[in-house]
Structures are given as C-alpha cells and as structure tokens.
C-alpha cells in the first residue's frame, strides 16, 4: 500500500519539466521586476548625494541670486505650486463631470465612439503641441498673454484625456448590478450616480487625478511657451505672492534653464533643483497612495 | 416552427367567485435586441392578486419580459419594443412619470443585490429616492419591509452593518425588503430561487402566500415545482412566445392543450 502511494505521487519527468519552466519563469518576471526598481534606486540616490551640499531649508524658501548662481528656488516652487493647482481646479472637475457623462449618460452611437477616439488621442498628442496650442489659443487668441492663468490651462488640457480615461475606468469598476438595483426602484439616472456610482468609485477617480499632478509639475514644453519666465524675484514666504494674471518661474523650467544657460553654475544646483522636484512630486504620489488605501479600506463590496 | 399563439386566456383565478381586475394587461408584445427577435408577439393578462407563474427554459424571453412591464428595458441601447403593455389600464409608454411607474413594480433579480449601504439604507433607499425624509415614516418602511421578506429578525441588531456583507440568502431577502419597500401593488420575482438554499426558498415562497392577499405577483422560474406550488395560473413561454396560459390543474394536469408543454413539465424535454 505504501509502495503504491508513494508511486503515485513521485515526480514524474513532466512533473520535473513543469517545475524547471516555473522556477525559469519566476527568475524572469523577478529579475524584470528588479531590474525596473534598480535604476529609480540609483537615479534618486546619485541626485540626493550631488544635491545634498545645497539642499536646506533657506534653500526652498530664498528667491534665487547672483545670476541663479546663488539663493534659493522659491519662486519656481512656489510657481510650480500655482501651476498645478490651478491647472487641476480646471482639469478635475471638466475631466471627471464629462466622464461621469461619457459612462452613464452618453448613448452608445457613432457620436460617442468618436469622442471616445478623440479622447485616447488627445493623450497621445506630445506636449509640444499642446504648448503651440495653448500659445496660439489662451496666450494670442483669448488675450490671456503669458500667464500663470494661460500655462495651467494648456496644462490642463493636456492632462483631460487622461483623467477621462481614469475616472471612467473607475466608474465602469462599479457592477451594473448595482445600478440596475437603483434603476429598478424608480431612481433617476442622477440619484443612482449620486448615492451609488460615485460613493463608491471615488477612490479611483482620486487616484487618477492626484497622479496627474506629477506629470502636470514635471512637464516644461506647455509653459515655457504661456507662461513660465527665467527669473522673476517674488516675496519669500508669501504663498500668494503671484496672482493668475503673472508669468511665473516653475521646478521644472528652472531646472532646464540652471543646466542650459546659466554659466559658472555651482555643481550640485541642478541636481539640488532636481531633488526637490522629485520631492514635490513623490510627496503627492504619496498622499495619492494614502488616500487610496483610506478609501479602498471602506470599500463596500 | 409553427407558431401556436393560443388565444390569452380570459381565465379568472381559480376558485375566485367573480373574475379578478386585470392588473396588467400585455397586447402582441415585441422586443428585439438590434436586428435579433427575441420576443416575437406575446400576449397575456395578469388578474390582481394572483400569482402567474412563468417557466420556460433560458433565453426564452423570461427576464426581458419583465423589464418591458418596468420599462428599464429603456436603458438597453439597441432594444426596440412593440405592442402595448398596459399596468392598471395605463399605457406604460405614455405613463407620466416612469418613476412613479417603477415604484408600482417591485423587481427582485435572479442574483441578490445588496447595495454597498448599511441594511438600514438598503431599505430605505427607494422611499428616499421617492422623496421621504421623515424618519419615523422610514423607520415604518423599513421594518415593515424587513418583517414582509422575513429578514427582520436576524438583522433587526444590527442595522447599520453592512448589507454586501450578509449570506446569499440573507442578501436575497434584502433585494426582495428593497423591493416591497416602495409599496408596490405588483411584484416581479425572476428566478429568486437561483442563489439561495432550498430552506430559505421555503420560507420566501411562505412570504409571497401572504403577500399575494395584498399584491399581484409574478414570478419567473426556472423550478417547474415552484410554479406549480405557488402560482394560480402558469405560462409556459419558449423561444419568445407562449406556448401555453392556464390555470395551474390545466398545465400540470394530464391534459395540457400543447404537447410541449406537458413534456416541459413533466421533464420529458428542457
């Protein structure tokens, strides 16, 4: 009997080829995966320890000086600042309503299969463009000349598809049972959104647009064209010292104009400026992260 | 096949002395999904305070049929419905407010659907989709509906917890509370057997007995037992049309007037 259990269960040659190719595959993805973390470890790393002789306190909250040569960078993070809140208060609530419309309204017609089509190409579309058409539309053609209310909305242009494309992802996660439910006992379209679809697709849709705050502050092309300056001296400590009307300095501007035209700039600069845009931008991925895991904690179903 | 339509029925309930108000009446109904017939010309009555029982194998029209009469078939795109379906003489195409309409129709689907709210909420979502905010009056709704789907008892606790988090059979009898909630006068049950254990099932179908004194019910099942229990008269509807409408000694009697029929009862075929 013990003999023939013990048959039954040795590994057989195919057995043994099953577990070559799971242990192959395993090597594989794992060392994909590594290989991915490895460069974000030494790319961070390598900016922190040639940044690190600049980075300080006076140095996020000084205007800079002497040529960008020495000082600070509060106007550019603070510009950034600007720039992305301004630019989501506009892209948020435009990108998740039409959404919301996209997914529960919108009929499935040839109309809505377009826009669709456009959506997902508008996210393809370099940021390059969207800086010459927000030259051309907000800065030339709406009068806005180069602002801060000119470089936010180009921005918020281009992070729209995107948003579109996560909210709806979010709301289409909500089973149709769900409304069906609703449907069923004579609620509107609207009171289903309302007490349903959106309570419990808000986590994503949160996600979707707190993430697109990095790609807003990281993004040079759209406001080098509307609104972002080289150098411009604001009040240190005063987080109102622009208004939407100014041209503004910005993270990822400053770090391009350091690196390209400022000569004689101090070695570690760049690599400072560099830091605390990444900082900004991880700080928000983080709080993106947090709020996620808040709301996914009270998930209903 | 040959298309065998018999004439509806004008069929009082059995063993009602005068013949019962017909609570919904449907005239040569028709929906096809895009270019696909699905229900090809049904018509039939429902009496107030019956219970007409549906069977029928899947993809017979069963489920789509319901949605004509609360017309959420309006949310399916590509459907297109013809004939009339009229619920207490009213045209459901031209009612005022397909709202109201709904309200009048409690629909419990096959799967329970507890909705990601508290027991309490779950309830008392359909008032308050009506309007009602007053608490007393919802507190009525509530247990009163909890009590009708014999759910009060084991939840009456802990009604803040949540509704998703209750058993299958448990949930089912939320769905159906959600249903009797708004006080309907007619109530569609589609296969609510499907996801529940068979005592469960017993105690509902105990509840739909009582319930029928104050409702018309119509219930759509895969159990050709459940029909025969429970139901006054039954139609037996294949490929999108009735075959047959009778009272229930008629289609579970020796002599039904279709073949078909008998054999789909009696297990012969389906």
């Known amino acids: 009997?013990?003999?023939?259990?013990?048959?039954?269960?040795?590994?057989?040659?195919?057995?043994?080829?099953?577990?070559?190719?799971?242990?192959?595959?395993?090597?594989?993805?794992?060392?994909?995966?590594?290989?991915?973390?490895?460069?974000?470890?030494?790319?961070?790393?390598?900016?922190?320890c040639q940044g690190a002789p600049l980075l300080s306190w006076a140095f996020l909250t000084t205007n800079p000086s002497s040529g960008m040569r020495k000082g600070g960078l509060w106007p550019a993070l603070l510009g950034?600042?600007?720039?992305?809140?301004?630019?989501l208060?506009?892209?948020?609530?435009?990108?998740?309503f039409a959404a919301v419309y996209l997914n529960e309204y919108a009929k499935d017609n040839w109309f809505t299969r377009i826009v669709h089509l456009a959506v997902v190409n508008l996210a393809g579309v370099p940021s390059i463009v969207h800086a010459l058409f927000g030259l051309g539309a907000f800065v030339l053609f709406a009068g806005l000349g180069r602002s801060i209310l000119a470089a936010s909305l180009t921005l918020a242009i281009m992070t729209l598809p995107v948003i579109i494309a996560s909210t709806k992802e979010a709301l289409a996660s909500v089973?149709?049972?769900?409304?069906?439910?609703?449907?069923?006992?004579?609620?509107?379209?609207?009171?289903?959104?309302?007490?349903?679809?959106?309570?419990?697709?808000?986590?994503?849709?949160?996600?979707?647009?707190?993430?697109?705050?990095?790609?807003?502050?990281?993004?040079?092309?759209?406001i080098m064209f509307t609104g972002a300056v080289f150098f411009k001296n604001v009040e240190e400590g005063n987080l109102f010292a622009y208004s939407l009307k100014d041209q503004c300095m910005a993270l990822s501007m400053h770090l391009y104009t350091v690196t390209t035209q400022v000569t004689n700039a101090p070695e570690p600069l760049?690599?400072?400026?560099?830091?605390?845009?990444?900082?900004?931008?991880?700080?928000?991925?983080?709080?993106?992260?947090?709020v996620r895991v808040y709301l996914r904690s009270r998930k209903k179903w | 096949m040959v298309t065998t339509n018999p004439p509806t029925t004008a069929f009082p309930v059995a063993g009602a002395a005068a013949p019962a108000r017909r609570k919904i009446e449907v005239c040569d109904l028709r929906l096809s999904y895009g270019a696909k017939e699905v229900i090809h010309g049904i018509s039939f009555d429902v009496f107030e305070s019956e219970i007409l029982g549906v069977i029928g194998p899947a993809q017979s029209g069963k489920t789509s049929l319901l949605r004509c009469i609360n017309r959420t078939?309006?949310?399916?795109?590509?459907?297109?419905?013809?004939?009339?379906?009229?619920?207490?003489?009213?045209?459901?195409?031209?009612?005022?407010?397909?709202?109201?309409?709904?309200?009048?129709?409690?629909?419990?689907?096959?799967?329970?659907?507890g909705l990601p709210l508290s027991i309490y909420d779950n309830v008392a979502f359909a008032p308050r989709t009506a309007g009602l905010r007053n608490k007393n009056q919802l507190d009525v709704l509530v247990e009163k509906g909890l009590r009708q789907a014999a759910l009060w008892e084991e939840v009456k606790d802990r009604l803040d917890s949540?509704?998703?988090?209750?058993?299958?059979?448990?949930?089912?009898?939320?769905?159906?509370?959600?249903?009797?909630?708004?006080?309907p006068e007619i109530l569609c049950?589609?296969?609510?057997?499907?996801?529940i254990d068979p005592v469960t099932t017993m105690r509902i179908e105990e509840v739909l007995k009582e319930l029928k004194k104050e409702m018309t019910i119509i219930l759509v099942t895969n159990l050709v037992q459940q029909a025969r229990r429970l139901a006054n008269r039954t139609m037996f509807l294949w490929k999108g049309e009735v075959v047959e409408l009778d009272a229930n000694q008629v289609i579970f009697g020796d002599a039904p007037k279709d073949r078909r029929t008998y054999e789909y009862v009696n297990g012969i075929f389906g």
Not at chain 1, 270 to 290: C, D, H, K, Q, R
Request: with cysteine; aromatic share 6%; hydrophobic share 50%.
């Open chain 1, 175 to 222: 089973p149709l049972s769900f409304r069906e439910a609703c449907w069923n006992v004579g609620a509107t379209r609207w009171q289903t959104i309302r007490r349903i679809v959106l309570p419990n697709s808000i986590s994503g849709i949160l996600t979707g647009v707190i993430l697109q705050v990095s790609r807003t502050a990281g993004e040079t092309a759209p």
């Open chain 2, 73 to 113: 078939i309006d949310f399916t795109a590509n459907a297109r419905v013809s004939g009339v379906i009229k619920v207490d003489g009213e045209d459901v195409r031209s009612v005022k407010s397909v709202y109201e309409l709904r309200r009048k129709i409690g629909m419990v689907a096959p799967l329970p659907v």
């Open chain 1, 270 to 290: 760049p690599y400072a400026i560099a830091v605390v845009l990444l900082g900004t931008v991880l700080l928000v991925n983080a709080a993106a992260i947090a």
């Open chain 1, 1 to 48: 009997m013990q003999t023939a259990d013990a048959a039954r269960f040795a590994q057989t040659p195919f057995v043994r080829k099953k577990h070559r190719a799971e242990l192959l595959a395993r090597c594989v993805f794992g060392g994909m995966t590594l290989g991915m973390i490895v460069p974000l470890l030494l790319i961070i790393g390598y900016l922190l």
């Open chain 1, 80 to 87: 950034t600042v600007w720039l992305v809140v301004t630019a």
């Open chain 2, 162 to 183: 949540l509704g998703t988090k209750l058993s299958g059979g448990q949930q089912q009898r939320l769905t159906i509370a959600r249903a009797l909630s708004h006080q």
């Open chain 1, 89 to 96: 208060c506009v892209s948020a609530p435009v990108g998740v």
């Open chain 2, 189 to 195: 049950l589609d296969e609510f057997s499907i996801a």
